[in-house]
């Protein structure tokens, strides 16, 4: 793996955290990360601050590919309507989170109460967009962000409905290898290679547990999930995306059962978000062991 490319901004920020003083505390170095990484999004550059700008109008338009997406609903060139009376959407109801906050949280035709959905969604596309700011500080922000938004509605897809759809997936490999091909070509024959073990690895998986328990384990969405990983992060990093994904899962689990969900032998957690998470950070912060 490339370190300049996945983790080079940030070994300036751990270089620089660790020279700054040889014995300061853990809370003092947080505070000069912290500061560094605020530093980072306040002195971006336009292409920076266009992805910032961009991130709620792309938010949005998640909202509409999560919801629409799994039901073979179209996405583009139909008109938005209250999910509840059917009115067509006017521009000003459309505008993100807006006028959500200004509508009082209901439709305004109907009064028929939103969710949380929208602005949620919306939120964390902003979210990834700043997240991609501080990791980078606009050298590579619309890359970033456009892996993060596309993992993003990926990760909520699977959480709703159990489900990595194809059109989001293959495409996402082939982005990846695409991306490879345009901005660091010698690394592509790697990327390849993990596209290609990213699925057969976890298909292998899903054949042997569904042998050893008699049930399926885990999707065939979920090998081409990883199929995607490994043309944005290589077959060399692949093992640290399987490896941060499965703690970040359990993680998850156990924090389930101490809020007191009971789970169960035959409880399952999709495992989708967890690959999406992990596939992220590595892409940002580079492999988490060398
Ligand atoms: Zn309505």
């Keep these: 793996m490339n370190k300049e490319w996945v983790g080079g901004h ?36 336009g292409i920076g601050w266009g992805a910032l700008l961009c991130a709620p109008f792309v938010g949005s338009f998640l909202g509409v590919v999560v919801r629409r997406l799994p039901e073979g609903r179209p996405i583009g060139w139909v008109r938005s309507r209250c999910e509840c009376c059917g009115v067509v959407l006017r521009v000003r109801d459309l505008v993100p989170l807006y006028s959500w906050f200004a509508g009082g949280r209901r439709c305004r035709y109907c009064g028929h109460r939103l969710g949380w959905f929208y602005p949620a969604i919306e939120l964390s596309a902003v979210a990834v967009a700043l997240i991609a700011l501080a990791a980078d500080g606009g050298q590579r922000t619309w890359l970033d962000c456009l892996l993060g938004w596309w993992l993003l509605a990926l990760g909520w897809i ?15 490999v082939i982005a990846g290898l695409t991306a490879t091909a345009v901005v660091e070509p010698e690394q592509l024959s790697d990327r390849a290679l993990g596209a290609a073990l990213g699925y057969l690895s976890l298909r ?3 054949l042997l547990y569904r042998v050893l328990r008699g049930r399926e384990g885990l999707g065939h969405g979920d090998a081409k999930l990883l199929s995607a990983s490994g043309a944005w992060v290589g077959a060399i990093a692949l093992p640290q ?10 993680s998850a689990a156990a924090c389930l059962r101490l809020a007191g969900v009971r789970l169960g ?12 998470l992990a596939t992220w950070l590595i ?7 060398t």
């Design 158 to 172: 699977d959480i709703r409905r159990w489900l990595l759809p194809d059109a989001l997936t293959l495409p996402l």
């Design 283 to 289: 892409w940002l912060l580079g492999p988490f062991f």
């Design 10 to 45: 940030n070994t300036a920020i751990s270089w620089q955290a660790s020279h700054v003083e040889h014995h300061i505390t853990g809370r003092e170095q947080g505070r000069v990360i912290g500061g560094e990484l605020l530093d980072r999004v306040a002195s971006a550059d």
């Design 241 to 250: 995306v399987v490896l941060g994904a499965a703690v970040s899962a359990l």
């Design 204 to 206: 292998m998986v899903s």
């Design 265 to 276: 032998a035959h409880s399952a957690l999709p495992f989708g978000p967890f690959l999406a």
